[in-house]
């Protein structure tokens, strides 16, 4: 095929091997910068890539976002575990005495320690000053739709 080129148009001559026949046919050229060629298989090489590199950081920017919540939700998986094994072993320590938690709450020692601990409390129970707590109403501050 023969090709002449003009400002705003490439003229393409193509003569058919079965007819004999020609055949002009006008392609519109980009001009999108000076490097792009007249072939069509590199039109279309300088087109679109700003485009293309701001859906590339998108993907970049989600993918990475994505991975860093995934490491959150690890590292929140085992500070988790790590909680519950604590209050475990708290749970499996021998009972204190509520004088001992009393005592130790007064000097504000090791406070921390007693959090989900076991608790024996010895006396008499005051029948005579029993009180049933039944269903309450909300406070009047919340909408009873609320509620």
């Given at each position: 095929?023969?090709?002449?080129?003009?400002?705003?148009?490439?003229?393409?001559?193509?003569?058919?091997?079965?007819t004999?026949?020609?055949?002009?046919?006008?392609?519109?050229?980009r001009?999108?910068?000076?490097?792009?060629s007249a072939t069509?298989?590199?039109?279309?090489k300088?087109?679109?890539?700003?485009?293309?590199?701001?859906?590339?950081?998108?993907?970049?920017?989600?993918?990475?976002?994505?991975?860093?919540?995934?490491?959150?939700?690890?590292?929140?998986?085992?500070?988790?575990?790590?909680?519950i094994?604590?209050?475990k072993?708290?749970?499996?320590?021998?009972?204190?005495?509520f004088?001992?938690?009393l005592?130790?709450?007064?000097?504000?020692d090791?406070?921390?320690?007693?959090?989900?601990?076991?608790?024996?409390?010895e006396?008499?129970?005051?029948?005579?000053?029993?009180l049933l707590?039944?269903?309450?109403?909300?406070?009047?501050?919340?909408?009873?739709?609320?509620?």
């Amino acid at each position: 095929p023969l090709a002449a080129t003009t400002n705003a148009m490439t003229t393409l001559v193509a003569v058919s091997r079965r007819t004999k026949c020609a055949r002009i046919r006008l392609i519109r050229r980009r001009w999108l910068s000076s490097k792009t060629s007249a072939t069509a298989g590199e039109g279309k090489k300088g087109e679109g890539d700003l485009g293309r590199y701001v859906g590339i950081g998108v993907f970049l920017g989600l993918a990475g976002f994505t991975a860093n919540l995934g490491y959150w939700q690890m590292q929140r998986k085992q500070w988790k575990i790590d909680l519950i094994d604590d209050r475990k072993a708290k749970l499996a320590k021998e009972p204190a005495s509520f004088g001992e938690v009393l005592h130790a709450r007064a000097l504000e020692d090791d406070w921390e320690e007693y959090d989900f601990r076991q608790v024996t409390i010895e006396g008499v129970l005051d029948y005579g000053r029993e009180l049933l707590v039944g269903p309450r109403s909300p406070p009047s501050s919340v909408d009873a739709r609320d509620a």
